[in-house]
């Protein structure tokens, strides 16, 4: 699990396949899709 702070987000990067990095990303208010989009991205992010 990685985490990385840059200017106003924090961005993560976790393993399709860790449920537990990603049950923590999503409980900490990170997301896999953008604003009005669908489509899941290759990492989460948030504003901070």
Do not use: K
Not at 14 to 42: C, K, V, W
Request: hydrophobic share 35%; aromatic share 12%; glycine share 8%.
């Amino acid at each position: 699990m990685v985490v990385l702070l840059i200017g106003e987000q924090a961005s993560g990067v976790a393993d399709g396949e860790d449920t537990d990095a990603r049950r923590f990303y999503e409980s900490h208010g990170f997301t896999i899709t953008e604003p009005n989009q669908t489509d899941p991205m290759l990492y989460y992010y948030r504003e901070l």
